[in-house]
C-alpha cells in the first residue's frame, strides 16, 4: 500500500503584497508567498535546505507596522499582514547590499543571478574608490576584534586574500566569501553535525574559520563536501573545479548533468554528475530531494576516480 | 557529536583557571564558555591552543565554535600577550579631555601597544568613566610575563601587591582620571583605590533624589546600612501583594526601558508573567557601554542591594527563578559590589529558596561581559550569556516569548529596575504623576565633557537641557554641540537648550534620550576627530553579522575620512549622497539597533555643519 504524507493540516491566512491578497497556509515565510507569486525575490544567504539566518538582508521587504525593513525569507506570515516589495526603500536597500557586498567581495563567480540584480538594482560599487591591496595569507584572521587601523578613505576595504588550498579536495577562496553562515550551517546542526569551522572574529574582519585556523586536516572536517554544496559564490569549491578554472578551461556551457544513484552504501542517494569534457567535475545532490536534501557524505561527493580510471 | 581536539595540551595552571569555574560539572554547558575564557585570562593572560582544547572537552562545545567566541571579544586574546594590559579610553568622552595626550605618554614609556611581553597598553572604546576622563581599564592576570617564564611554563607568580586576596585568578581596576605614572605603577601591581561614588554623583546626599537617594548615604557593601536606609521594603510590599498587583502597578507607571530603546516595561513583565511555560528568566542588562553612559555603572557601585533587590521582585512578579546579571567586562568595582552584595543578600534569606520567607524561589547569577558593545542590545546579550558570539537574533520571536534559552524572558537595564523599587513603595499612579505622556519618573543623566561638574545627575522627566546643565554649574562658556544619547544618539545645538528631556520632546527635535548621554563639546573642539571616533567605534563594535552594518560601517568611516582630509572623490556633493545611501540602509535594513543607529550622530554632526558647511 503506497503511504501519502498529506503533511501537516494548515489554516489558510491572508497576506496582501503590493495590494494583491493571497492566502497561505500557516507558517509560510513571505518569500514563499513572493516565490508563488513568481516575483523575482534577490536573496543569497537563504537556501531551501538551510534554517534562514536572515544575514545578506537583499530580500527585504516592507511589512505595514514595522519601521525596520523585513527579511522575507525567515519573516513567517501572519493573518492580515501588508506587504510591499515595489517601494523605493525597498529597491535602494537592495541596491545597497549588493552594492556593497561588491565593494568587498569577488562576485565574479556568484552566478547569473547575482550578476542580473547587479544591474537591475543599480549597485556601483566602484564609487567607494579603488580596492585597496589584498591582505597577506591568514593575516585577516589573525585581526584582534574592536581594533583596526584608521582608514585614510584612499582605497576601500576588501576582503581580498589569496586561495587556502590545505587539502585534496577543495579550497577556500575567501576573498569570495560573504559570511552567509550557509558553510557554517551545513556542516553544524542543519546538515553534516561536524562544526569544523565557524564565523571567528568580528564585523568586517569575521571570517570563516577552524579552531585557530588550522588547515583542514588538522580539524574536525570529514570532507563531506557540503559546504561546497550550499556556497553561493564560489569561495568554497573542488580542487577538480579549482584547477580547471585556474588552467582557464572551466567550460559551464559545455557542462552536462547525469542523474544517477551513489552505489557506496544503502541509502542510495541521488547523485547528479556534473560532466565537463567527458570528465566528472562535480557531484551534488538536489536540495529538494527526500533522502539527501542536498547534502551529501565524503563518498558521495568526491568518490567518483574509479568511474574514469580509463 | 564526536570532539576532536587539537593535540595540544593545556599547562596545569590553565587546568586549574578552568577546572575553578567548571568544577565537578560533567554535562555539556556551553553557558560556562565566558566564564571559562574569564578564567583561563584572568590566571594565564591569554588564551592558547591547549587552554581552548581543554575547556572544549570540559563543556562539550566544538574548538572551531569555541574559537568563534574567544575571537569575538576584544577583552580576550588567542594569541600570547603581555599578562597586565592597560586599556586606555580613546573614545569621545575622554579623547580631547585627557586620552590622547595619555595614550601618547603610554606610547613613550610603554612603547607601541603590544610591543611589550609582560606590560603593554592599548586603545579602547568608552569604558564608562566619562565624569573622570581620561579613563583606563587594567587587566591584570596573575601569570608571570612569557619572557619569566622560560622553562618554567607553569610559573605563576600572584601580583606583589593584590588588592583582592579572594581572587587568586588575577584582578582587574579602574582608574580615572589616569596619568601614565599611575597607570605603569599599577601595571607593576601597585593597589588601584576603589571608586568614590560621591565625585561621580555631585547631587549625593540632597533631599529629592529617588534613583541616587542612597548614593554616598548607604555602605555599598553593608546589607544593614541598605536596611536601613529603607531597603528591603519593596520588596516585603510586592510579596505582600502579589505578583499580579506588581505588574499591574509598573504598567500603571507606564515605566520605560532606561537603556535607550524605551519600550514599555509592563508590557514585557506581563507578557512573561502570562506565559504558560514553566520555565522562565529575568536578565538584567549591566553591559553599559553606550560611549558617553556611566550612570548603570554608579548604581551598581554605589547602590548595589538596591539592583539586587529590584531584580528579586521583577524575578518573582514575572514567575523567574532565576536572574542573570550580566554586568560589562570593563567594570570590576561594579561586579565586585554586586557579586558582594548578592552573597549578602543569599546569607540572610532575601535570595534562594525561600526569599524573605515567603516561599517563592528566586536567585541571581552574575556573569561578565568580555569588550562588546553589541552585547548591550538584548538578545546578543541572551546568546553571550548562552555562550555564544555575541549576535543579535531575529525578532519576532521576542524575548518574552523564545529570550534565554529559549524561555520566555523579561530583559531590563539596571537603571530600569532600580526605578521599580520606587513604584512597588508608592504606586504606579504616584509615579506617573511626576513627567508626562509616556515619560514619566524621574531620569539619570551622564554629564560629561566640558561642563564644571561632571557626573550622573537624577532629574523628573520633562527637565530641560538647560535647567540640567545649571545644575551641573551652568551651560557651559561656548558651548558648541552636546552629544545627546550617545554615539547611537545625535548632536544638538546650544540654540536647542530649551528642549524638554522626555521621549516625546527629544523626538520632535529630532534627537533622541537614548541612554541619558549629555556629552558637551565647546567650539575649540575637533569635530572631525570626533565624528571619526564615533565611525570607528561602530564599524569595531559591529558583529558583522549582517551586511549592511558589517560593510555599511567600513564605509562610512573611509567616506569620513576622505571628507576630513579634503579628498573627496567627486566632490562632496557625491560623498554627502554616499554616506546618505549607507546611512539609509543601515538604517532600514540592519538586524539590530547597533546598525540602526550608526549613522545617527554623523548624520546630525553634517547636517548640522559641526564639519563644513550645514547641510540640511
Same mark, same amino acid.
Given at each position: 500500500m503506497t503511504v501519502v504524507d498529506l503533511g501537516t493540516i494548515r489554516r489558510l491566512v491572508s497576506v496582501t503584497v503590493d495590494d494583491v491578497e493571497h492566502r497561505v497556509p500557516e507558517g509560510a515565510t513571505i518569500m514563499d508567498v513572493l516565490d508563488d507569486a513568481g516575483a523575482d525575490t534577490p536573496r543569497l544567504c537563504?537556501?531551501?535546505?538551510l534554517t534562514p539566518?536572515?544575514?545578506?538582508?537583499?530580500c527585504v521587504v516592507e511589512v505595514e507596522g514595522s519601521r525596520p525593513l523585513v527579511p522575507s525569507c525567515a519573516r513567517r506570515v501572519e493573518d492580515g499582514m501588508v506587504v510591499r516589495t515595489d517601494t523605493e526603500r525597498v529597491a535602494h536597500s537592495r541596491k545597497m547590499v549588493l552594492e556593497l557586498l561588491a565593494s568587498a567581495n569577488?562576485?565574479?563567480?556568484?552566478?547569473d543571478d547575482v550578476a542580473r540584480w547587479q544591474i537591475e538594482y543599480g549597485a556601483d560599487p566602484e564609487r567607494y574608490g579603488p580596492p585597496g591591496p589584498p591582505a597577506a595569507a591568514g593575516e585577516r584572521g589573525n585581526r584582534h576584534a574592536g581594533h583596526h587601523s584608521l582608514p585614510d578613505g584612499e582605497t576601500r576595504a576588501t576582503v581580498a586574500q589569496p586561495v587556502t588550498v590545505d587539502n585534496d579536495l577543495y579550497v577556500r577562496d575567501?576573498?569570495?566569501?560573504?559570511?552567509?553562515y550557509k558553510c557554517v550551517e551545513a556542516c553544524g546542526t542543519?546538515?553534516?553535525?561536524?562544526?569544523?569551522i565557524a564565523v571567528a572574529g568580528?564585523?568586517?574582519?569575521a571570517t570563516i574559520s577552524t579552531e585557530f585556523a588550522v588547515p583542514l586536516p588538522d580539524?574536525?572536517?570529514?570532507?563531506?563536501g557540503n559546504c561546497i554544496g550550499v556556497c553561493?559564490?564560489?569561495?568554497l569549491k573542488s580542487v577538480a573545479e579549482h584547477e580547471r578554472r585556474e588552467a582557464g578551461t572551466w567550460d559551464p556551457e559545455g557542462e552536462t548533468v547525469t542523474s544517477t544513484i551513489c552505489s557506496?552504501?544503502?541509502?542510495?542517494c541521488t547523485l547528479e554528475l556534473h560532466v565537463q569534457d567527458n570528465t566528472i567535475v562535480n557531484v551534488t545532490s538536489p536540495?529538494?530531494?527526500?533522502?539527501t536534501h542536498g547534502h551529501l557524505c565524503i563518498k558521495g561527493r568526491f568518490g567518483f576516480q574509479h568511474v574514469q580510471n580509463r | 557529536m564526536d570532539l576532536v581536539l587539537l593535540p595540544d595540551a593545556a599547562t596545569d595552571a590553565e587546568r586549574a583557571a578552568v577546572d575553578g569555574v567548571v568544577?565537578?560539572?560533567?554535562?555539556?554547558?556551553?553557558?560556562l564558555l565566558l566564564p571559562a575564557f574569564h578564567a583561563v585570562m584572568d590566571g594565564v593572560g591569554w588564551i592558547s591552543r591547549g587552554a581552548l582544547s581543554y575547556v572544549c572537552e570540559r563543556l562539550h562545545v566544538p574548538p572551531a565554535e569555541a574559537y568563534g567566541v574567544a575571537t569575538f571579544?576584544? #577583552?580576550? /586574546?588567542v594569541t600570547p600577550r603581555a599578562p597586565r594590559v592597560a586599556h586606555v579610553c580613546d573614545d569621545v568622552g575622554c579623547a580631547a579631555f585627557g586620552g590622547e595626550d595619555l595614550c601618547a605618554a603610554m606610547e613613550e614609556r610603554?612603547?607601541?601597544?603590544?610591543?611589550?611581553?609582560?606590560v603593554t597598553w592599548t586603545r579602547s572604546p568608552c569604558l564608562g568613566l566619562c565624569e573622570r576622563a581620561p579613563a583606563v581599564f587594567l587587566q591584570r592576570a596573575s601569570a608571570s610575563p612569557p619572557s619569566e617564564r622560560e622553562g618554567n611554563p607553569d610559573a605563576t607568580r600572584a601580583l606583589e601587591?593584590?588588592?583582592?586576596?579572594?581572587?587568586?585568578?588575577g584582578d582587574h581596576a579602574q582608574i580615572a582620571p589616569a596619568t601614565a605614572d599611575a597607570v605603569v605603577h599599577a601595571l607593576d601591581g601597585e593597589d588601584v583605590p576603589g571608586p568614590d561614588p560621591v565625585v561621580s554623583t555631585p547631587?549625593?546626599?540632597?533631599?529629592?533624589?529617588? #534613583?541616587? /537617594?542612597?548614593v554616598g548615604v548607604?555602605?555599598?557593601?553593608d546589607l544593614d546600612s541598605y536596611r536601613a536606609a529603607g531597603g528591603y521594603a519593596g520588596l516585603r510590599r510586592a510579596l505582600a501583594v502579589g505578583s499580579a498587583r506588581v505588574v499591574d502597578e509598573i504598567t500603571v507607571a507606564s515605566l520605560t526601558g532606561?537603556?535607550?530603546?524605551?519600550?514599555?516595561t509592563g508590557t514585557k513583565w506581563a507578557a512573561v508573567a502570562g506565559s504558560p511555560e514553566p520555565e522562565k528568566y529575568l536578565v538584567c542588562n549591566?553591559?553599559?557601554?553606550?560611549?558617553?553612559?556611566f550612570k548603570d555603572r554608579v548604581l551598581m557601585e554605589a547602590d548595589p542591594f538596591a539592583l539586587v533587590e529590584a531584580m528579586t521582585v521583577a524575578g518573582i512578579a514575572v514567575g523567574a527563578r532565576t536572574g542573570y546579571l550580566y554586568v560589562r567586562g570593563e567594570y570590576p568595582a561594579a561586579e565586585r559590589a554586586i557579586e558582594r552584595a548578592v552573597a549578602e543578600a543569599r546569607r540572610h534569606g532575601y535570595?534562594?529558596?525561600?526569599v524573605m520567607g515567603s516561599g517563592r524561589v528566586f536567585d541571581i547569577e552574575v556573569r561578565r561581559g568580555a569588550g562588546?558593545?553589541?552585547?548591550?542590545e538584548e538578545t546578543a546579550l541572551m546568546n553571550s550569556l548562552e555562550g555564544r558570539r555575541g549576535e543579535p537574533r531575529a525578532k519576532p520571536p521576542f524575548p518574552t516569548v523564545?529570550?534565554?534559552?529559549?524561555r520566555p524572558t523579561v530583559i531590563n537595564n539596571v537603571e530600569t529596575l532600580v526605578n521599580v523599587l520606587r513604584i512597588v513603595a508608592e504606586g504606579g499612579p504616584a509615579f506617573a504623576s511626576v513627567g508626562s505622556g509616556r515619560s514619566t519618573g524621574t531620569k539619570l543623566f551622564c554629564l560629561s565633557g566640558v561642563v564644571s561638574r561632571p557626573g550622573v545627575y537624577e532629574v523628573p522627566m520633562g527637565t530641560t537641557l538647560r535647567e540640567l546643565l545649571e545644575l551641573a554649574g551652568?551651560?557651559?562658556?561656548?558651548?558648541?554641540a552636546i552629544l545627546l544619547g550617545g554615539a547611537a544618539g545625535s548632536f544638538v545645538t546650544p540654540?536647542?537648550?530649551?528642549?524638554?528631556?522626555t521621549l516625546e520632546g527629544t523626538r520632535e527635535i529630532g534627537a533622541t534620550l537614548g541612554s541619558g548621554v549629555v556629552l558637551c563639546f565647546d567650539s575649540s573642539t575637533d569635530f572631525a576627530a570626533v565624528l571619526r571616533r564615533i565611525a570607528g567605534f561602530f564599524r569595531d563594535e559591529s558583529?558583522?553579522?549582517?551586511v549592511p552594518c558589517r560593510v555599511g560601517t567600513v564605509r562610512q568611516e573611509e567616506a569620513l575620512a576622505r571628507i576630513v582630509r579634503g579628498r573627496e572623490i567627486g566632490g562632496r556633493t557625491v560623498e554627502l549622497q554616499l554616506l546618505r545611501d549607507v546611512d539609509r540602509v543601515m538604517t532600514d535594513a540592519?538586524?539590530?539597533?547597533l546598525g540602526q543607529t550608526a549613522a545617527s550622530a554623523v548624520r546630525s554632526a553634517l547636517a548640522l555643519g559641526l564639519i563644513g558647511e550645514e547641510t540640511s
Open positions: 537563504q537556501a531551501p535546505n539566518v536572515n544575514a545578506c538582508r537583499v569577488d562576485l565574479s563567480e556568484a552566478g575567501y576573498a569570495r566569501c560573504i559570511l552567509c542543519d546538515a553534516q553535525n561536524t562544526f569544523a568580528r564585523g568586517f574582519d580539524s574536525a572536517c570529514v570532507y563531506c553561493p559564490t564560489g569561495a557506496f552504501c544503502g541509502v542510495g536540495h529538494d530531494h527526500s533522502v | 568544577g565537578t560539572v560533567s554535562e555539556p554547558r556551553r553557558d571579544y576584544a #577583552l580576550f /586574546s610603554l612603547g607601541a601597544p603590544g610591543e611589550r611581553d609582560d601587591s593584590s588588592p583582592h586576596d579572594d581572587e587568586p585568578g547631587q549625593a546626599g540632597a533631599p529629592d533624589l529617588e #534613583l541616587l /537617594s542612597r548607604v555602605d555599598p557593601a532606561r537603556g535607550g530603546a524605551a519600550f514599555p549591566a553591559d553599559e557601554s553606550e560611549p558617553g553612559t535570595l534562594g529558596d525561600d562588546a558593545y553589541i552585547c548591550g523564545a529570550g534565554l534559552f529559549g551652568g551651560v557651559p562658556a561656548d558651548l558648541r540654540d536647542q537648550l530649551d528642549v524638554p528631556l558583529c558583522g553579522q549582517c540592519s538586524i539590530c539597533g
